[in-house]
């Protein structure tokens, strides 16, 4: 099966509705002191009203506009479809920020075709930004203005701005994935933490030039791979495969080709 431009601006038309949807239901939950649960056992693995009464919002929608699709949500897993497409949905990404107020957060919301992430949506309610990627392009939205997102074009790690949520090995990587990460960090000029899904936005606009992350999922990265590719970046996993090639859940995110090969060779070591 394939698709045409005019299924992409469909498809494109509805996630921004979805985001909309979404906001609905997140933005009046923030800083507003909503429920928290723990749904990871003796690890904390936070998740709120928030986040799932924003997935059933949209998979609602899904299932009423095009009852072929797949879904997968991040708190309500899969259902399968009968067509290639399958939308991928993290209603909060970065739970923990929403929990403490920091508008760091952000709502996914990806369609793949045959497994491949076709459109992209990166979404802060609080902050009113948008990112949408789609067509090999990505578009920014604040305060209902419009532009297109473009990455700094940055060659020169020693002058990279790098982030990633955690970089300790007590946090979402490994030892050995801690110790590259810092190779990285040392070569670079600044790094900053705990952004989540929003420094791979701020990638896309220029304000950051490398995000390296780790123990990710497709819900959380599915969405990110349209909007960085779209303004200009690149997007895989630690050996320069496509995201979701290993089990680690490895990516970097880089606002160049040449910084992208500089990251990938100090993370090899």
């Known amino acids: 099966m394939t698709f045409s431009p005019q299924d992409l601006q469909e498809f494109s038309s509805f996630a921004l ?7 609905a239901e997140t933005l009046p939950r923030f800083r507003k002191g909503t429920t928290i649960f723990n749904k990871a056992g003796p690890w904390f693995d936070p998740v709120t009203d928030a986040d799932r009464e924003a997935e059933r919002a949209l998979r609602r929608m899904i299932e009423k506009i095009y009852p072929r699709h797949g879904v997968l949500g991040e708190e ?3 259902t399968p479809g009968d067509e290639a497409w399958r939308w991928v949905l993290d209603p909060v990404d970065g739970t923990r920020a929403f929990m403490c107020g920091t508008p760091s957060w952000a709502t996914l919301i990806a369609l793949e ?5 076709v459109i992209g ?5 609080f902050t009113d930004e948008r990112w949408i990627g789609a067509g090999g392009e990505t578009l920014y939205t604040y305060r209902g203005e419009t532009s297109f997102a473009k990455t700094s074009g940055l060659t020169d790690i020693a002058k990279a701005r790098l982030s990633t949520t955690d970089p ?4 979402y990587f490994s030892d050995a994935e801690a110790a590259a990460f810092a190779r990285v960090a040392k070569a670079a000029r600044v790094a900053r933490f705990s952004l989540d899904a929003y420094a791979y936005a701020l990638l896309a606009s220029g304000e950051l030039d490398l995000v390296i992350e780790s123990s990710l999922q497709r819900h959380d990265y599915a969405a990110l791979i349209p909007v960085v590719e779209g303004a200009g970046g690149v997007v895989t996993n630690w050996q ?28 090899g070591g």
């Open 17 to 23: 509705r979805l985001a909309d949807a979404a906001r």
């Open 240 to 267: 320069g495969q496509p995201p979701g090639s290993d089990d680690t859940g490895e990516l970097i995110a880089a606002a160049t080709p040449e910084l992208h090969a500089a990251a990938l060779e100090l993370l």
């Open 121 to 125: 949506v990166i979404d802060q309610p």
């Open 168 to 171: 300790l090995a007590s946090g």
């Open 76 to 78: 309500f897993g899969e």
């Open 113 to 117: 075709h045959d497994a491949s992430p």
